[in-house]
């Protein structure tokens, strides 16, 4: 057996594992197994397997969108961002939903309720980039109605995106479009 490990080569093997296999998948004495190290060494790291399987799931989202999405292109107009953001989301969520949540419904509810904690702090994350890239988008009308503040638009796009990409067939194609009338010069 190995005598130390990190959490991140820990969270990198589960992270391997719910890709292939998917998250219900995960187990404590797999990882231990699979590393080589003790079931106890797997608990001093994560002190059950739901926290376990949340922070490979959040590992799965920082990826998939943090590390993309944290650098817009330079100059990039926030609408451009959106519509950007919106189909890497869909072939994102698309990926998840057929590999990582095989067997799901198989997931203790603590372990669902746990992921969708975290799910909401990547939401939050997600609406204060879109916030900072609004402001910075110079090509935003000033003299656009009040209502339509950074922290407004922002907080709508997200909604409106999170929402279709809950349906059968996202399309925010209306979304895009009304967001163009509004912020930009004809």
């Known amino acids: 057996m190995k005598s130390s490990i990190s959490r991140e080569e820990l969270l990198a093997h589960a992270y391997d594992t719910a890709e292939k296999y998917g998250l219900a998948s995960l187990s404590v004495r797999g990882l231990a197994t699979e590393c080589d190290v003790s079931v106890g060494t797997i608990y001093n790291y994560f002190s059950s397997k739901t926290e376990l399987t949340t922070a490979t799931a959040e590992l799965f989202f920082k990826r998939a969108f943090f590390e993309e999405f944290c650098h817009p292109s330079n100059g990039e107009r926030y609408l451009d961002y959106c519509v950007r953001m919106f189909e890497s989301m869909v072939k994102t969520l698309e990926h998840f939903r057929i590999h990582w949540l095989k067997g799901a419904d198989s997931l203790p509810a603590a372990e669902k309720a746990a992921a969708h904690l975290r799910e909401e702090k990547s939401f939050s994350h997600i609406r204060d980039g879109l916030i900072t890239i609004f402001e910075n988008d110079s090509t935003i009308r ?11 638009v922002s907080e709508f796009t997200l909604r409106n995106v999170l929402a279709e990409l809950r349906s059968e067939k996202p399309d925010c194609s209306v979304l895009f479009a009304m967001l163009d009338k509004a912020l930009y010069e004809e």
């Open 142 to 152: 000033p003299d656009r109605p009040e209502c339509l503040s950074a922290e407004a």
